[in-house]
C-alpha cells in the first residue's frame, strides 16, 4: 500500500499544475491546427508535441541537470546546491516551493565559473540534462538549426524573377518597416507602463513581420532567448495564416484598376547571372554588415550549391534530408521553450499583438512603396506585388497571384511576386544583421 502512496504522489496526474494543465490544452490546438487546417505542419506538429513533453509534471524533460535538482531534490542535495550558488542554506527549514524558486533564480543568474560548478554537482547527484533540454542546447543555443534551415532555403530559392526586374528589391527593404515599427511599438508599452519590454526584447519581437521562421529563432536566441517559445509560435503561425491576413490588407490599399493592371513577361536570366549573383551579394553585405553574415552567407551558399549544377547531391541533400531532420529537431527545441513557466506571461499577450502588428505593417508597407514606384516611373508594377515583400515564401508570392486573378483571370503574376518575396528573405537577414549588430 506504501508503494501505491509513493508511486501516485510522485505521479504527473498527482503533481499537476493548472498552468501546465493549460500548456497541454495550447498544445493540442497547435497539433490540431496541424493536422487538421494544415497550418505550417512541418513546424507546429514539432512545436506542438515538444510543448506537450516540456509540460509533463515530474518528468523534466526540457530542463537542465540544476533545474531538475532544485524541483526534484531532498533537503541534503538542495543543501549542496545552495552551497555551489554560494546561496545560505538551513537544511533543518521546512523546504517550500519559495525556496526552491530562490534556488532557480540564483542559478539562472550565476556566472559562468559558478554555473559549471553547480552543474557539476548536479550531475554528481545523479540527476541528467532533460532531452529536450539538451535539443535546445545543441541545436539552438549554438545558433546550428536556423542556419542549416537557411542554407536549405537558399538551396530552393530561385533568384531568377529578382535579376529579371532588379526593382522588385526595394519592394522587399520596404516590407522591413514592420520590423522597425513594431520596435518602436514595443518601446511605447513599455513607455505606457502597460506591458514591459526592453529593447532587446522589442527587436526580437520585431522580426517576426519579416515573416521569416528561422530568422526570428535566431534573433530570439541572441537578444532574448526566455521569448523564444512565443516569438517562434507567433512567426509560424503569422506564416500559417498569409492567406486570411494580407488580402484584406491589399485589397483596402488598391484600386479595382490597380490589382488588374497585367505585367510584362520576365526576361530570361542566364545561368552565370545566377551563379555570380549569391557571391557579389555576400561580399557586398558582408563587408557593410558583418554580423548578417551567419544568416545570409549559409543563405547563399545554399543558393550557389543549386545554381552551380556541380554539386547535385550536396543541394538535394540540403533541399530534403538535411533541413527535414534539422526542422524536427528545431520544432521539439522550440516545443521546450513552451513550458507554463515560461509562456503564461502577460509578454505573451503582447508578443502575439505586436507580432501581428508587424506583419500587417510590413504587407501595406511593400503595398505603398510599389504605388510609389509606380509614380516616380514610367515602368508599372502591379502594387499587389509588393505585398510579397514579406519572406514567406513562397506563400506571400501564391496570395499576390491568387488576388491579382480574382481581379482578372489573365493576371497570372506569380513569378513577378517571387522578386519582391525573395528580396524579403535577403532584407529579413539584414535586418536580423543590423540588430544584432546594435543590440547583440
Known sequence: ?????????????????????LMMVICLALLFLAIRKGFEPLLLLPIGFGGLLANIPEAGLAMSAVENAIHLGNADQLANIAAALHVPFDSAATITESLRHELLLAYKGSASAMHEAVTFAALDMGYAHGMLYQFFSVAIMSGVAPLLIFMGVGAMTDFGPLLANPRTLLLGAAAQFGIFGTILGAAALDASGMIPFTIKEAAAIGIIGGADGPTSIYVATLLSPHLLGAIAVAAYSYMALVPLIQPPIMKA????????????????????EKIFFPIILLVLVALFLPDAAPLLGMFCLGNLMRESGVVDRLSDTAQNALINIVTIVLGLSVGSKLSADKFLDIQTLGILVLGLAAFCVGTASGVLMAKLMNILSHHKVNPLIGSAGV???????????KVGLEANPQ????????????????????AAGIMIKFLG
Open 411 to 430: 493576371n497570372f503574376l506569380l513569378m513577378h511576386a517571387m522578386g519582391p518575396n525573395v528580396a524579403g528573405v535577403i532584407g529579413s537577414a539584414v
Open 253 to 272: 490599399l488598391t484600386t479595382a484598376e490597380e490589382r488588374k493592371m497585367k505585367m510584362e513577361q520576365l526576361r530570361h536570366v542566364s545561368r552565370t
Open 1 to 21: 500500500m506504501e508503494g501505491l502512496s509513493k508511486l501516485f504522489f510522485g505521479s504527473g496526474l498527482y503533481n499537476l499544475q493548472w498552468g501546465q494543465a
Open 391 to 401: 519572406s514567406a515564401v513562397p506563400m506571400a508570392a501564391r496570395v499576390s497571384n
